[in-house]
């Protein structure tokens, strides 16, 4: 497949990650780059909640139904402003400008794309990794039942299904772009959340922080694509596509945060109050759009938040006798909040359930802090990254310095401090502590990709410092006015900007296609579910199977992602999941011909048709293997009989003529 070929489903991407935000952002007041950045996550948010509501009044989930759900909340949020009259403004113009932003994008985005484009090589090729199936699947489940509804999308990872809650924010998205390959949708849907929505966030976080900067958008968005943590990791090794969508959005939720509790202090030129209900009701549809991607995006949000909210707070109560009855009430029902949804969290047995994930020691705290901090994570792993970026270690020391001498910005410093710090516990457990983790399953990978939405704006603030500082020499030296200081700071930014570009590899570009290469370009499949053959095979299944076939195969195997690319039934959709007692017979006693009689019954319960095997399974070592034990047997093994469809690779596909 050629990427010609997807020029459609990156339209599609675009006109669904940005249209109902734009329309639905134009009419909540958003305005220029504001609008801009937070229309993705406005539009998860939209599509989203939509597909839930489609789905309880039976309507199917489609690009129809998710135009209809966009007009619907266009014209009730159209209705409630002119409810609410002059008391509901539009926003007022603030930084950055949308020319800049334009041009930063324009800059960012080649140099973000391309090596992502480039790791991946074909992009009909699937990520070779342990939760694709899972996504793949996902979408496909979708498409066939017409069902985006976040409360049932778990129905993926059962057997018999069993509608369950599943974060589908991502998947019904993914599901609106997909044209003639679901691999193919997510591929492109990949890299238009890496190369534009995660640029856009930092854009206006930057320009939130920095306002005074022209600059500081475009060193932004370039500097955020530097990082190999994220979002290349999350979307390579991890394919942890969803997660890696919300905290692509955090930037912009950030950024309306820092308006929001800087209002009351002019923070920024014209953040006046009145476009404070705006922002708020732009933050809450941003963080829903989070929420329904993946529910850690929006806990992730708190901890990066906390220092922010933390100081707003502490304004309030220290005016609380002289305040309003409504401050005076906030002051109090955050505290009570913040213990209420803690006390929630902490019996949930959803959270509880992720909790427990355990983890291996992997290295040493100290050298855990410098490896976050030099972009250098997990490097004893085989998706780890040894390469540490010191020159990003100095532009952020540098933007530590500026954000302490300019007096902006000093919040990040926490957030980064609190992250690196949850990181630590991630690759050191200490198990009195772990609690603090769990919502994020313990995972390197997730918690390493958040010091990156901290470390971004810290090392752009670092360049716009050196500017800030030529700025100030000339200024000191008089005769040229502050016009020519404001010159000045903008060249000095740009040269430094482009020494970082040029100097550091266009970014990294190589570390970064490295990390996609590693799970989608694997030729030799030496780690990876499916080869290319073997992805030929089961493209060609969808027409030599019957519509009412019934695969059995390892999930271990390409097995599961003959549902996802050929819409025909698999017993095992995904590598962990609940199983019923049919299932779980078959997969660890279809070689016991000894209870060949049982086996067989169970199997026709099931409906099975056909066999798949493979001599090459994807991670041999991996525990849960031995739950699939009796599938990895060659077929002249098992009691069955068997006739040959087709082969690919390693891989084989049988159909199933008798049991016995």
């Known amino acids: 497949m050629s990427w010609w070929s997807v020029l459609d489903e990156l339209g599609w991407a675009l006109a669904f990650l940005f249209g109902p935000g734009l329309a639905v952002g134009a009419a909540l007041g958003l305005r220029r780059a504001w609008l801009l950045a937070a229309a993705p996550a406005v539009s998860v948010a939209t599509l989203g909640g939509g597909a839930i509501a489609l789905e309880l009044v039976g309507v199917p989930w489609g690009r129809l139904g998710a135009v209809a759900v966009t007009v619907v909340v266009v014209l009730c949020v159209l209705g409630l402003r002119r409810l609410f009259g002059s008391r509901w403004p539009s926003d007022s ?53 017409g069902d985006g509804s976040t409360l049932h999308l778990g129905a993926v990872s059962t057997n018999p299904q069993i509608e369950r809650f599943y974060p589908a924010g991502w998947h019904d998205v993914v599901a609106l772009v997909v044209g003639d390959s679901i691999p193919a949708a997510i591929n492109v849907t990949a890299i238009v959340v890496a190369a534009v929505v995660w640029p856009l966030g930092l854009a206006c976080l930057a320009g939130a922080i920095v306002p005074a900067s022209r600059l500081a958008p475009v ?21 942890l596509w969803p997660n890696a969508l919300a905290f692509a959005m955090l930037p912009v939720a950030l950024a309306l945060t820092v308006r929001l509790t800087g209002m009351r202090r002019a923070a920024l030129p014209g953040a006046d109050a009145g476009s404070r209900p705006v922002v708020l009701l732009a933050l809450v549809a941003v963080l829903g759009g989070i929420g329904v991607c993946h529910p850690n995006g929006v806990l992730a949000y708190v901890v990066l938040s906390a220092p922010l909210w933390g100081a707003a707070w502490w304004r309030a109560a220290r ?52 490896s976050v901090l030099t972009d250098a994570q997990q490097a004893g792993m085989i998706y780890g990254n040894s390469d540490r970026a010191w020159w990003l270690l100095v532009l952020v020391a540098a933007g530590v310095l ?50 990156v939405v901290a470390m971004a704006p810290l090392a752009a603030l670092g360049v716009v410092g050196v500017g800030e500082t030529a700025r100030r020499a000339v200024g000191a030296r008089g005769g040229g006015g502050a016009r020519r200081a404001a010159v000045m700071a903008d060249v000095v930014t740009a040269g430094v900007l482009v020494v970082a570009v040029v100097g550091s590899g266009w970014l990294r570009a190589d570390g970064r296609q490295w990390m996609y290469d590693l799970y989608y370009a694997d ?7 499916v080869t290319e053959d073997e992805l030929a095979m089961i493209e060609r299944l969808g027409d030599e199977l019957p519509e009412d076939a019934v695969v059995l195969g390892s999930p271990f195997t390409g097995a599961p992602f003959v549902y996802g690319m050929t819409g025909r039934e698999v017993v095992f959709p995904h590598i962990t999941g609940t199983w019923g007692p049919d299932e779980r017979l078959i997969a660890t006693d279809l070689d016991r011909r000894w209870d060949a009689d049982e086996v067989c019954a169970a199997m026709e319960r099931v409906g099975v048709t056909h066999l798949y095997v493979d001599s090459r399974p994807y991670w041999p070592e991996n525990e849960n293997q031995v739950l699939y034990e009796a599938l990895l047997d060659e077929p002249d093994e098992l009691p069955l009989g068997l006739e040959l469809v087709d082969e690919g690779g390693s891989a084989r596909v049988y159909a199933i003529t008798s049991c016995e």
């Not at 302490?404 to 009195?432: E, F, I, K």
């Not at 030729?523 to 579910?529: A, I």
Request: charged share 10%; hydrophobic share 50%.
């Open 93 to 145: 113009a603030t930084p950055p400008s949308g020319i800049w932003t334009l041009v930063g994008l324009a800059v960012s985005v080649p140099l973000a794309a391309l090596p992502i484009k480039r790791g991946m090589v074909d992009p009909g090729m699937p990520a070779q990794t342990w939760d694709t199936p899972f996504h793949v699947n996902a979408v496909r489940w979708i498409l066939e039942n």
């Open 319 to 370: 005016d609380y006798r002289t305040a309003s009855v409504a401050v005076r009430s906030v002051v109090v029902a955050i505290p009570v909040a913040v213990l209420v949804v803690g006390s929630v969290l902490a019996f949930s047995p959803l959270v509880r359930s992720v909790s427990a994930y355990e983890r291996e020691h992997l290295q040493g705290r100290g050298s855990a802090v410098v």
């Open 219 to 239: 060193v932004a968005m370039c500097v955020g694509g530097a990082f190999v943590a994220f979002p290349a990791r999350m979307q390579s090794v991890g394919t």
């Open 402 to 451: 500026t954000a302490l001498l300019l007096r902006r910005g000093r919040w990040l410093l926490v957030s980064l401090a609190l992250v690196t710090g949850m990181y630590t516990l991630t690759v050191a457990p200490m198990p009195a502590l772990q609690w603090i983790v769990g919502p994020w399953y313990s995972d390197p990978l997730r918690i390493g990709a958040l010091g």
């Open 523 to 529: 030729p030799e499949g030496r780690w990876g579910l």
